[in-house]
C-alpha cells in the first residue's frame, strides 16, 4: 500500500499529460509509471476482498496517521476503491475530506486488512 495514491498530490508537478484523458479542465497528475499501475492495481484488488470478506464482518474501512496534517484519517473501502482508480486514470483524488464522526472502531490499519485476508484464506 502506498498511501502516496491516496494523498493530494502536487499541481504543479511537470508532466500533467495522461494519454487516457480527454478532459482539459481535470486537474491532472502525472501519469503513473507501469510499476505503480501495477501496485495501484494490486491495492484495488485487495480493497475488492475488504469489501467482500471484511465488510460483512463490520470493518468498514482503513485508518492511518497522515504525516502531513498529523491527523488520522479513515477511508471507507468504497472511497479507497473510487481514489485508487482515480489514481489509475491519472486524476487527483478527492481526499482529506472527513468523514462525518467516522465510528473509529469500524476501521483498522491496511496491515491488519492485509493479515485478516491471509487469515481468511488460511495462509
Ligand atoms: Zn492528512
Known amino acids: 500500500m502506498n498511501f502516496d495514491h491516496m494523498m493530494p498530490q502536487d499541481p504543479f508537478a511537470d508532466d500533467p499529460n495522461d494519454p ?3 478532459l482539459e479542465d ?4 502525472p501519469a503513473l509509471d507501469a ?3 501495477a501496485q495501484v492495481n494490486e491495492d484495488l484488488r485487495i ?3 475488504c469489501k467482500r470478506y471484511l465488510a460483512p464482518r463490520g470493518m468498514r474501512g482503513i ?3 497522515c ?3 498529523e491527523n488520522t484519517h479513515y477511508y471507507d473501502w468504497d472511497i479507497m476503491e473510487s481514489n485508487m482508480r482515480a489514481s489509475l486514470k491519472g486524476e487527483l483524488p478527492p481526499v ?3 468523514s462525518a464522526e467516522p465510528d473509529v472502531h469500524a476501521y483498522v490499519t491496511w496491515d491488519y486488512a492485509l493479515g485478516y485476508l491471509d487469515g481468511l484464506a488460511g495462509r
Do not use: G, I, N, Y
Not at 481535470?26 to 497528475?29: G, I, N
Open 20 to 22: 487516457a484523458s480527454f
Open 96 to 98: 482529506h475530506e472527513p
Open 63 to 65: 485508518f492511518f496517521l
Open 67 to 69: 504525516e502531513d496534517c
Open 47 to 49: 480493497v475488492k476482498e
Open 26 to 29: 481535470e486537474e491532472q497528475v
Open 35 to 37: 510499476h505503480e499501475r
